[in-house]
């Protein structure tokens, strides 16, 4: 009879906490200089592992994040990473970058440079051209050794015991793989590609000795059998895999077999009795399936497979949840810690100027594709609860929209799952989704100008949107604001850039009623009291300069004077108008400041006659009932605002004021 398992995730946190200890606590050596990895390929306990990935578009560099975050919690050597990516290089860079974790360092190879050296190859894999590029490695990285791994993998184990491999190799070794966990090169008639044994070997987990593909001359080898195998093939099926397997046939000796549990293949097909170590414990998880979503289900139905994907996927989300702010406190005598602050100020009557925290964003988060034809984008921020704002938004605005969306890791499948499930956000591609993690635990102030920027500086989101609306996430557009906004820019913005055109902003009296869609939905609902001017009784010095009485019978855009505490959603200029004081989070004063830069910078503001926002009531965030009930938080925020003023005074005003 089978041994019954402990349950994995409990298994698994419990030996995750003690290795979370281990990691947290100072070293029990002394710390010493970083040392070289070795030549025969192992490497000392400082020696930086080198690992090589091609990630290119939002479910790779999703899965990406997962991957990082498990190798990071299991080892405490520094990690290099060789990232083969085109589009997604500024993703990529932004995302590592804002993480900020010790001992990791990266290098970005474009694709570009290097793709006619594949292209000529006829695939059908869905990887496309990206598949084939792991070829060209010994091309692109200048080391004589690295791990190869595929995005869609998670390591339960120390990377440095995969590294280690590499002791191993005979002299002539060049390749380490693990044999393929299905019958695909034995199965459908003979029309697959040649592979070792009948059975060939998986390419998503490589050793890879470039030194040596370099000594054989790979680039000619590689061709060579690429051309032969297309006179009787009309493509390859899986991509780099049939091409390696099919030289490894003609080259034997360059194969370097790996323990078989350094990649348990979760394939459609996969028959574990090839490697029995898999349904116990596997080191590494590899979901070589073509739905590879991170944060989605994956199937974990057949035979010889419920009990052992089902694990398998328990790895997997605790990964996908894990707090990754958690790794930038590895403890190892090979590295530093992080010089950035990253804690965040927790205490109910703490100015969260205080606070000195890195947020981790994540550009380009969901499926998205640059738009040539529109150049107005809606630039907005949100939290989770806000997500069917941003629907109802997108259901009314058919152009691009650039937002950014505040929500901790735990919360990521929840958002995927509805972002999947909604017709409206998954059919519009026109939306750039970027994603600012939020600390676990909820209870940091809400970083209100860092999201409004990130959603700004990403607007252009490879189609390069001239103009752009600023709004906030819980407010709605007419109907006509499309059409609007193309003629504003046309008729007011296109030959002045310091021009604020601006939205009248409108609330509604309860929550529930139906969003006006034309002005005269709105003057009706205004005149039977379900909506009114935005905060009109609560802060009437906001919005008071857009003159809403005259906007009533107005028949084309007028202009407005600036005053005090003026802050107004407004369509402008993309490349001119300034980004926003990041110090503000939290309620209170961080628009009004942003407008005040504006008109310092001699900004005209005018009207729109005809289009308007619509605020849809909610419960008041955390940081408003701060605000509402603590007089020395009020008092903190305020003493910002006159700072943050008096230095844009200092800086742009003409003279400038005494005491600058």
């Known amino acids: 009879m089978a041994k019954k398992r402990v349950p994995f995730i409990t298994g698994l946190l419990f030996t995750g906490c003690l290795l979370l200890l281990y990691k947290l606590l100072p070293p029990t050596t002394g710390t010493s200089l970083p040392s070289q990895a070795h030549d025969d ?12 990935m091609v990630s290119e578009g939002f479910t790779s560099n999703q899965n990406l994040v997962v991957l990082l975050k498990s190798i990071l919690f299991n080892t405490r050597s520094p990690l290099h990473l060789h990232i083969i990516t085109q589009s997604s290089a500024p993703s990529i860079d932004i ?3 804002t993480w900020a974790l010790p001992g990791l360092s990266w290098r ?3 694709l570009t440079q290097f793709q006619h050296r594949v292209h000529w190859i006829p695939n059908s894999h869905y990887s496309g051209i990206f598949g084939l590029s792991k070829l060209l490695l010994p091309e692109m990285i200048a080391r004589d050794r690295v791990i190869v791994l595929d995005t869609d993998i998670v390591l339960d184990c120390d990377i440095q015991l995969l590294w280690s491999q590499f002791q191993y190799m005979s002299p002539r070794a060049a390749i380490g793989l693990v044999e393929n966990m299905s019958g695909w090169y034995s199965i459908g008639g003979g029309g697959h590609w040649p592979a070792v044994n009948q059975s060939g070997f998986n390419t998503g987990v490589m050793l890879v000795r470039l030194d040596r593909l370099r000594a054989v001359s790979w680039p000619a080898v590689w ?31 360059m194969l370097h077999p790996l323990p078989c549990q350094f990649n348990c293949q979760y394939s459609d097909h996969r028959d574990w009795t090839r490697c029995p170590p898999c349904a116990q414990h596997p080191l590494l998880v590899h979901w070589n399936l073509p739905s590879k979503n991170a944060y989605l289900s994956v199937k974990t139905a057949g035979p010889h497979r419920t009990e052992e994907a089902g694990w398998a996927r328990e790895m997997q989300q605790l990964y996908s949840n894990m707090d990754g702010y958690m790794l930038r406190h590895r403890k190892s005598p090979c590295f530093p810690p992080p010089s950035h602050g990253d804690t965040v100020a927790r205490d109910g009557f703490q100015c969260w100027e205080e606070s000195q925290f890195a947020h981790r964003v994540h550009t380009f988060f969901m499926p998205h594709v640059a738009s040539s034809r529109a150049n107005v984008s809606l630039v907005t ?15 009314r605005w058919p152009g691009p929209i650039s937002a950014s969306l505040y929500l901790q890791e735990g919360h990521v499948a929840r958002f995927v799952q509805f972002w999947a499930a909604s017709p409206v956000l998954k059919a519009n591609t026109n939306i750039a989704l970027h994603l600012v993690v939020e600390p676990a635990g909820g209870s940091a102030a809400y970083p209100i100008n860092l999201m409004r920027n990130v959603a700004l500086e990403q607007s252009g989101g490879g189609g390069g949107a001239d103009y752009v609306i600023l709004l906030d996430g819980d407010f709605v557009p007419s109907a006509d604001l499309p059409q609007r906004a193309a003629h504003l820019v046309q008729s007011r913005l296109s030959s002045h850039s310091r021009v604020a055109v601006v939205i009248p902003a409108f609330e509604m009296s309860s929550a529930g009623g139906p969003v006006a869609r034309t002005k005269e939905e709105l003057l009706a609902q205004w005149r039977n009291g379900s909506a009114a001017p935005y905060r009109g009784r609560s802060w009437p010095a906001g919005h008071a300069p857009t003159n809403f009485t005259r906007w009533r019978d107005a028949s084309a855009p007028y202009p407005v004077r600036y005053r005090t505490d003026f802050e107004p959603y407004i369509l402008t ?58 007089g020395r938080y009020r008092a903190c925020v305020a003493a910002a605002k006159e700072r943050a003023m008096r230095h844009l005074r200092c800086q742009l005003a003409a003279p400038a004021p005494a005491g600058c």
């Open 381 to 395: 921020h949100l939290t989770l609860d806000r997500v069917e704002r941003l629907e109802a938004a997108a259901a």
């Open 95 to 97: 995302l590592l970058q």
């Open 108 to 110: 970005l190879y474009n």
């Open 41 to 52: 390929g192992t490497s000392s306990e400082c020696g930086a592992i080198h690992v090589a």
């Open 223 to 253: 061709t060579h059998v690429t051309r032969t195998q297309l006179m009787t093939h009309l493509s390859t099926q899986l991509a780099d895999q049939d091409i390696v397997n099919a030289v490894l046939v003609q080259y034997p000796s």
């Open 573 to 630: 200029a993309a490349a001119d108008v300034p980004r926003f004081n990041e110090q503000f989070q939290g309620y209170g004063w961080n628009k009004v400041v942003h407008t005040y830069h504006l008109s310092l910078l001699n900004y005209t503001f005018l009207v729109d006659h005809q289009s308007f926002l619509v605020h849809v009531n909610h419960p008041p965030s955390p940081d408003l009932r701060r605000f509402r009930s603590s």
